[in-house]
């Protein structure tokens, strides 16, 4: 259902692939949220960003409602959200059961966690990388034969908060064994915000290299405002998709005071203005992520509902 990495390689005039936005603020956008985000109020803000141009959003977490009860309401979620042709909903998981909700709650698509450290990973998913490569690859054989697009998310690709700094080779050698499992996608994500543009750059290019026939994803976080740079210096390196969440909204765990996601108006902005086409509405992004602030009952993130778009 989605363009391969060979069909997506249709270019703007200054050279670059059009990439394909996920909106991820319904996911990661509200995970942080201290207070609960009623469903029906994460719903509306799929509707608005479905409005906007949004095609693959990724809706839903599958993980344990102990773990994270701001996320506990997938099913509700995804019973509810507007389907339609072109329309995926992905949903994060990270073990066989998550996989099973997953499936029947009607995801269009997986993503599955691998962390690049240990320490990290075992915070995060109670298990070693090497067991989290081996969940992956079960998961990602299951996923496949029910038909589900499939991306495997690299977390901590860029630095640790446990074990700081990730050598570039050991994320390059995670790609290629999570790569084996045959993923649709892979993607690298900068889970607490320490990434630059050299290293974007050189590890979207490794990825391309090691996995010729999956899309390159990135997943930044603007909580050193660097997210946009390396938002940019991906799509400049040939990445072809990119996540973002309206509003960018989301924090980190890590850094309780810091900003979440990218976010998607302030991104979209950006690559208007450099002629690639998303698809996305900016009036609605903008709207969407100012009624976001409303239901949060704080100001959202993102500069483009303050300062306006321009030309106006
Ligand atoms: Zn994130």
């Known amino acids: 259902m989605y363009p391969t990495a060979k069909r997506v390689t249709r270019s703007c005039a200054g050279g670059f692939v059009n990439p394909i936005v996920v909106e991820v603020a319904p996911r990661d956008g509200v995970q942080n949220e201290p207070r609960l985000v009623p469903t029906a109020a994460k719903v509306e803000l799929i509707r608005r960003c479905v409005a906007a141009g949004a095609r693959r959003v990724e809706a839903v977490s599958f993980v344990s409602a102990k773990a994270v009860p701001q996320l506990a309401d997938a099913e509700a979620v995804l019973a509810e959200v507007p389907r339609g042709p072109g329309i995926a909903y992905a949903g994060l998981v990270l073990n ?5 909700r997953a499936v029947a ?14 320490t990290f990973s075992r915070r995060n998913q109670n298990c070693s990388t090497a067991e989290g490569i081996d969940r992956w690859t079960a998961l ?6 029910a038909g589900l697009w499939r991306t495997v ?13 990730v050598p570039e080779d050991r994320v390059l050698e ?9 993923p649709e996608e892979i993607a690298l994500a900068d889970t607490i915000g320490v990434g630059t543009p050299d290293r974007v750059r050189r590890l979207v290019a490794g990825v391309a290299a090691i996995a010729p026939n999956a899309l390159v994803r990135c997943h930044f976080h603007n909580t050193r405002n660097t997210g946009y740079a390396n ?9 072809h998709v990119l996540d973002a969440g309206v509003g960018g909204t989301g924090g980190c765990p890590f850094a309780p005071a810091a900003t979440g996601n990218i976010a998607t108006e302030d991104l979209v902005y950006a690559l208007d203005r450099m002629g690639l086409d998303t698809g996305l509405d900016l009036d609605r992004l903008i709207e969407t992520g100012r009624w976001l602030g409303e239901v949060l009952g704080t100001p959202v993130p993102a500069l483009l509902g303050r300062a306006g778009k321009f030309p106006a």
């Open 153 to 165: 998310t690299i977390a901590a690709a860029f630095g640790c908060p446990f074990e700081g700094e």
């Open 174 to 182: 995670l790609v290629r064994r999570v790569a084996a499992a045959g």
């Open 231 to 239: 938002a940019l210096a991906a799509v400049e390196a040939g990445a």
């Open 140 to 145: 990602a054989r299951r996923a496949g034969e």
């Open 96 to 100: 066989e059961r998550g996989l099973d």
């Open 105 to 118: 709650a009607g995801v269009d698509e997986i993503n599955v966690v691998v962390v690049s450290t240990d």
